[in-house]
């Protein structure tokens, strides 16, 4: 007579994955992705009454990005290591060129009057645009302004903008506001 052999009992090994699955679940760390940072205007008060906003065609740089990943700048096609330069001339202005933005002679509180550009940067692009092309030149346009931040900084209070205190940061940031307005992808080869 043959010996029967005992059966192993697996009902506790479902128990023991089900406890590995949920301790790795929870030890584990996912790599989070940022966004874009960009903080929006406040929401409008209901009662206030909606007005056009006129803005001067001098105070506003469109940048387009079409379908190939190519850049215009104004009216220049521009290759997106030259465009951070671009647009610090074009905010900052140095020669008080009519063309460019004009600056207006602005109280702030806690440092005095300052020279503020009211520049806008319009950014456009076509809905086949690359998004490393998009996010290519969405850094560049906030590296010119966090150099210009740096500058006035440096010539105010003598250190970089990062190493500054938050009343400090909030003056800097007044002084060179960052104005980027986006527009909604377009399908160009539709037209």
Same mark, same amino acid.
Request: glycine share 4%.
């Given at each position: 007579?043959?010996?029967?052999?005992?059966?192993?009992?697996?009902?506790?090994?479902?128990?023991?994955?089900? *406890?590995?699955?949920? !301790?790795?679940?929870?030890?584990?760390?996912?790599?989070?992705?940022?966004?874009?940072?960009?903080?929006?205007?406040?929401?409008?008060?209901?009662?206030?009454?909606?007005?056009?906003?006129?803005?001067?065609?001098?105070?506003?740089?469109?940048?387009?990005? &079409?379908?190939?990943?190519?850049?215009?700048?104004?009216?220049?096609?521009?290759?997106?290591? $030259?465009? #951070?330069? #671009?647009?610090?001339?074009?905010?900052?202005?140095?020669?008080?060129?009519?063309? *460019?933005?004009?600056?207006?002679?602005?109280?702030?509180?806690?440092?005095?009057?300052?020279?503020?550009?009211?520049?806008?940067?319009? *950014? $456009?692009?076509?809905?086949?645009?690359? !998004?490393?092309?998009?996010?290519?030149?969405? &850094?560049?346009?906030?590296?010119?302004?966090?150099?210009? %931040?740096?500058?006035?900084?440096?010539?105010?209070?003598?250190?970089?903008?990062? %190493?500054?205190?938050?009343?400090?940061?909030?003056?800097?940031?007044?002084?060179?506001?960052?104005?980027?307005?986006?527009?909604?992808?377009?399908?160009?080869?539709?037209?």
């Amino acid at each position: 007579m043959a010996k029967k052999t005992p059966a192993i009992n697996s009902s506790s090994t479902a128990d023991i994955a089900f *406890l590995l699955l949920c !301790y790795f679940l929870m030890t584990t760390t996912m790599g989070s992705q940022t966004g874009l940072q960009r903080r929006l205007p406040p929401m409008p008060d209901k009662n206030q009454k909606v007005e056009d906003q006129k803005v001067n065609r001098r105070n506003i740089i469109v940048v387009k990005i &079409n379908s190939a990943d190519r850049i215009l700048a104004g009216s220049d096609p521009i290759d997106i290591s $030259q465009l #951070k330069e #671009k647009i610090k001339i074009f905010l900052s202005n140095p020669t008080d060129d009519p063309t *460019l933005p004009e600056k207006v002679a602005t109280d702030i509180e806690g440092f005095g009057t300052a020279q503020v550009s009211k520049g806008v940067i319009s *950014l $456009q692009n076509d809905r086949g645009t690359s !998004y490393q092309a998009y996010i290519a030149v969405q &850094n560049e346009l906030v590296a010119a302004i966090n150099e210009l %931040r740096d500058e006035f900084a440096g010539r105010a209070y003598g250190k970089p903008f990062e %190493r500054l205190s938050d009343a400090q940061k909030d003056i800097v940031k007044k002084a060179i506001p960052q104005n980027i307005s986006e527009a909604e992808p377009k399908d160009v080869a539709k037209k």
